[in-house]
Nanobody, 115 residues
């Protein structure tokens, strides 16, 4: 059974940093794409960052220059380094791994940025 498990969410003040981790288990291959999404209250879930097996990266405009996505392919782990956090970054962050057969999601981890 494939599972994605996020960790690292916390309550922080504006300008601080967090590192989110996602550990995938139960998958025999390597995910071609892994990504982070987030959903804030009253808003649709949005793509924050994605990374391919070739280390190509995509970021939402709102986080470019502040967030960095990385992965360890052999372990099927993905990370999101979040710097200079802003109140508008407050959301539940979800790990995502789409495949041809099924899209996998983690349970989410709460990030709250407030002074």
């Amino acid at each position: 059974q494939v599972q994605l498990a996020e960790s690292g969410g916390a309550l922080v003040q504006p300008g601080e940093s967090l590192r989110l981790s996602c550990a995938a288990s139960g998958y025999t291959g390597v995910f071609t794409v892994m990504a982070w999404y987030r959903q804030a209250p009253g808003k649709e879930r949005e793509l924050v960052a994605g990374i391919t097996t070739g280390a190509e990266r995509k970021y939402a405009d709102s986080v470019k220059g502040r967030f960095t996505i990385s992965r360890e392919k052999a372990k099927n782990m993905v990370y999101l380094q979040m710097n200079d956090l802003k109140p508008e970054d407050t959301a539940v962050y979800y790990c995502n791994a789409p495949t041809a057969r099924q899209t996998y999601w983690g349970q989410g981890t709460q990030v709250t940025v407030s002074s």
